[in-house]
């Protein structure tokens, strides 16, 4: 079974500084998507970043970006140039592929992440 | 686009009553729905899985006679509480998927109050 780690229950950041959240995964799969959400206060969940596993190169969405170390099982996520409005609860998923469909998402437990002014 | 809503946004129900939560895909059709439940301050739990047409896919520990899914078209997938009690109190969220796009549209979110 797939598992989603996140070590940092909380963190916080300057306002206009760089953080760095981490994710470590365990499968024994080849074919999976890893994923970013964030969760602000009203609880919708947003998508933040996503990472095909065969791809090397690491996914960017502005400032946010991801370390993926597949052998390593690692995907961590670098949000720079923080802003008040990235308060949040993030959340590292796993998203196992079986042929042509899809599985469903894995969650870590989330890092609450909180921005100073 | 890929909006998904959820109705209602809040319920607050007497302990023994049942109670629908819808989720509908606005703008796509959803191959796959899939429903969690989270507790405060806590991550998301799979639930069930849905496809159209289909009976739905339950996690181990869900209680299958207690948490009724419906996926009756490809926009509309309902969820419901059969004699709710307070420890069903949660906040239940819904996403939706379409076939190769790999990833899961999420809705709001509902709060249930059981009293």
New interface residues.
């Given amino acids: 079974a797939q598992t989603v780690t996140q070590s940092q229950p909380e963190m916080s950041v300057q306002e206009a500084e760089t953080v760095t959240l981490s994710c470590t995964y365990d499968t024994s799969e080849n074919n999976y998507?890893l994923?970013w959400?964030k969760q602000p206060p009203?609880?919708?969940?947003?998508?933040v970043i996503?990472q095909?596993a065969y791809k090397q190169q690491n996914a960017t969405e502005n400032r946010f970006s991801v370390n993926f170390q597949k052998a390593a099982k690692s995907f961590s996520l670098k949000i720079s140039d923080s802003q008040l409005g990235d308060t949040a609860m993030y959340?590292c998923a796993f998203?196992k592929?079986y042929g042509?469909s899809?599985g469903?998402?894995?969650?870590?437990?989330?890092t609450k992440l909180s921005v100073k002014p | 686009g890929a909006v998904v809503s959820q109705h209602p946004s809040w319920v607050i129900c007497k302990s023994g009553t049942s109670v629908k939560i819808e989720c509908r895909s606005l703008d796509f059709q959803a191959t796959t729905m899939f429903w969690y439940r989270q507790f405060p301050k806590q991550s998301l739990m799979l639930m069930a899985t849905s496809n159209e047409g289909s009976k739905a896919t339950y996690e181990q520990g869900v209680e299958k006679d207690k948490f009724l899914i419906n996926h009756a078209s490809l926009t509309l997938s309902t969820l419901t509480v059969t004699s709710a009690h307070p420890e069903d109190s949660s906040f239940y969220i819904c996403s939706a998927s379409r076939d190769s796009v790999w990833r899961e549209y999420f809705g709001p979110g509902t709060r249930l109050t059981v009293l």
């Fill in positions: 998507y994923f959400y009203s609880r919708q969940m947003i998508l996503r095909e959340f998203m592929l042509g899809q469903n998402l894995i969650f870590g437990k989330g």
